[in-house]
């Protein structure tokens, strides 16, 4: 190790260590302004269903209250967490227009003196909604007939025109005929919720030279600018975003929803506005790692090796599809594992059904793959009569190998993994595992790795 | 809808605030005290970021109204930090990184304290007991209960006059 | 939480005069575990609130072979009593240090389903309630106590002021199985007592929390070991019997399905566990 690094194989000590241990690390929502506003925001009781109208006039009289705001009022009432980086169309709502598509949605923001007076505002909104057929299953949403959750007429995200993302590499219907065994599996996962122990908020406050400064915990604080300036239709000069210090965030803090209405408020009333979620709202409202359910159908040879794999993917990405079709693309790249497989077939799709939606958490899109695969993998060991070891050395990819996206491998670490893996749990490998490497696999037997 | 005058005892002095009915003691300290080490991550008395002292005893401050702890000794970690320095609590928290984000840390001193309070050379099981109703999302909590263990070592030590 | 008045009454006449006056518009509160979470979140949104943590019910003793519990005598304060190892077993059991330094005795029969788990163990002790309203006193078992889901024999003006449970040399049991291991909502809750006379079982009381509407008794199960030794098909049996009388719900935390399964099975090691314990003292 060179004598003149100062970091590495140093323990350094945290810059914000002394700030969390003494408790003065200001988080956004320690901070106060005088005149600060509460908003709460009232939200739809029901999975799906039209709104024939809003009663705001018991709400107007609780005493405390400041003015409400509903989807006229927003400048250009859509998300655009997917514009920015060019993925269209928009489809959520700031604030719910003529329907709601899962129970939680916002329809109206309530400004209140206190936080006491806005949640007593909140209840007394009369909403009248026409309940509508509601959908929570992935292939119940694509079945004929099933409600629909999107404005363009059915429940898949659109990858350039098609229904799911599409993955081909040679032709797995010829491998399966080929094969000695077939292995199928179905995978279901569980939605996820990040559930920081602080929830998310932001502060949005006037200045006097016509600004606005945003104190929040998101963890895009530049996609939540830009976000917030194309909602608000406001030059991002007008914004100033203040964030850094997030009470946990794994990825449930990029969802950027709650500034905008925040910083409208801001400047309707001229007053800062403090909007923070309750636990519950965190919980229900908030995204959450999608449920996913993945079909894995693998033709394999009598000696272990995969010639085929087919995979068919659904997200349920909820009623809006936030950062899931990017989780999508990941996966679809990534669905048939850290294999040499010759054949593959993948098909994702993104779901909208009516629960809540769903983003960003830690390796979305991967993880559920890796959680179908490797439980997939222990299953053709099981059939093909080998050590679940075996099966993946003898398939894991190298250097050079030709992934079903049509990338080279590189940097391949898979079976260098598994022989860590294999020393720390005690576990002897066979000698021809134990002298493998991930190098290509035309550059001999240690492949020039060392 | 008239607001009354709380008394009571915050870190060593008398403390006023002047508060409608059922103000919680969490937003006493934080909203009118602006004593923010005290957290609000549920305010449902679920994830223990709110935990403070009333009479030396851990209770979570978001369940209580302030007018209950009215003559009350109430102790946050805001006081437990001493003048100079740190506390041997606070001390062993940052040695063991037993934070990431940092949320749940004020939380879990003030339970840590209470603890050692209680029993002064805690193992491992009176540790993770103890800790029980306080949550943190980051570190998987070996790290707290390692410097929670480091704590209560050097406090002793101290106690007993020995070389630190 | 707009709440417009808030009382800390400090003595009992005191509590039942606001009571009184104000009516059932008053809520009342004792360690606030349950009502401040939903008052918090403007779920609740009561005009008037009664908080009891100053009204003197908060004392424990032992007088006569009873032990007498103020209603807001805290869980932490159960915890550190001698006389009834079973109330030790379940307020250890129940929430969190914090939460059962402000949680109490009285409240926890108030808590709703799978909570409550305090009121399982009281049930199958035998437990009394003395209710107080500005009629006087009346004391009744707590076994008539429940009526259903969040409701119970307590009038609009009274207040539930002490709980009595007879010491008893009996040996008990008390499971809580959950997700976790601490700290968490029940799957199911077992309390059981046996009486022996012998190695005959003279009399059962046989709990179950998070498996109906409130506490309840497996009276079919504690009927079937009566007059038995416990052999392993009277147990099976009368496990079948608990799993099949009870009321279970799905929540997030287990299915109806899943729940009933569990009272069968801790039911049936709870017994086991009794009969064995009954066999090393030589009954």
Known sequence: MSPDLNVVGNSVGRSDGIGHVTGRTRYTADRSFPGMLHLKMVRSPLHHARIRGIDLSAAERVPGFVRALTARDVPHNCYTILGLIGVEPEEEFVLAEDRVRFKGEAIVAIVAETEAAALEAVSKVQLDLEELPAVFDVEEALEPGAPIVTHWGNNTFMFEGHPCRRVRLGDVEQAFQQADYIVEGVYNTSPIEHAPLETTGCIAVPEANGRYTVYTNTQALYFSLDNTAIILQVPGSQLHFVGGTVGGGFGGKVDVIVEPIATLAAMKTNRPVRYTYSRAEEMQVSSTRSAWRIYVKDGVTRDGHIIARKVTSYADSGAYSRQTPYALTKHAANAAGPYAIPNVAIDAYCVYTNRQPTSAMRGFGVTMASFALEVQMDKIAEKVGADPWTIRFINAYHDGDMKPHRKLVEDATLIETMQAAATRVGHELPDVFRSMTSAPRDAGHDGGRS | ?164 | ?283
Request: aromatic share 4%; with cysteine; net charge negative.
């Open chain 2, 1 to 164: 809808m008239a607001s009354t005058i709380v008394a009571f005892e915050l870190g060593g002095r008398e403390v006023e605030v002047m508060v409608k009915p059922m103000t919680t003691l969490q937003s006493a300290l934080r909203d009118q005290l602006g004593f923010t080490a005290t957290k609000e991550g549920c305010r449902q008395g679920g994830c223990g970021s709110c935990t403070v002292l009333v009479n030396d005893e851990p209770m979570l401050s978001c369940l209580l109204p302030v007018e209950d702890v009215a003559g009350q000794r109430v102790t946050t970690l805001e006081s437990l930090t001493p003048t100079q320095g740190l506390h041997p609590l606070q001390q062993a928290f940052l040695d063991a990184n037993a934070f990431q984000c940092g949320y749940c840390t004020p939380g879990m001193t003030m339970l840590a304290q209470a603890l050692l309070d209680h029993n002064p050379a805690p193992d491992r099981g009176d540790i993770t007991q103890a800790l029980t109703g306080n949550i943190c999302r980051c570190t998987g909590y070996g790290p707290i209960v390692r410097a929670i263990e480091v704590a209560a070592q050097a406090m002793h030590a101290g106690e007993e006059g020995q070389p630190r």
């Open chain 3, 1 to 283: 939480m707009t709440v417009r008045s808030y009382f800390l009454p400090r003595s009992l006449p005191e509590a039942i005069g606001l009571l009184e006056t104000h009516g059932p518009e008053l809520l009342v509160m004792a360690g606030g575990t349950v009502a401040m979470p939903l008052i918090n979140d403007g779920i609740s949104l009561p005009g008037a609130v009664m908080g009891l943590r100053r009204a003197g019910l908060d004392t424990l003793e032992v007088a006569g072979g009873t032990l007498r519990i103020g209603a807001a005598a805290t869980l932490t304060q159960l915890l550190a009593q001698p006389a009834v190892p079973m109330l030790r077993e379940a307020a250890r059991n129940t929430a969190s240090w914090s939460i059962r330094n402000m949680g109490t005795v009285g409240g926890n029969l108030f808590t709703p389903p799978p909570g409550g788990d305090v009121a399982v163990a009281l049930l199958a002790l035998d437990a009394g309630v003395t209710l107080a309203g500005p009629r006087g006193e009346r004391v009744l078992p707590l076994a008539d106590f429940f009526t259903g889901f969040l409701s119970n024999q307590l009038a609009a003006d009274e207040l539930l002021v002490e709980i009595q449970v007879p010491i008893r040399s009996d040996p008990t049991l008390f499971i809580k199985f959950g997700r976790k291991h601490a700290n968490t909502p029940a799957v199911v809750t077992v309390a059981m007592r046996l009486e022996w006379d012998g190695n005959v079982v003279a009399d059962a009381r046989i709990a179950l929390g998070a498996v109906g509407p409130h506490p309840i008794r497996a009276r079919e199960a504690e009927r079937l070991v009566v007059g038995t030794s416990l052999s392993a098909d009277t147990i099976a049996v009368a496990a079948a019997a608990a799993a099949q009388g009870c009321e279970p719900f799905t929540d997030a935390i287990a299915t109806e399905w899943y729940r009933r399964r569990m009272t069968g099975l801790f039911v049936s090691r709870a017994l086991e566990q009794l009969a064995q314990g009954a066999e090393g003292e030589g009954r």
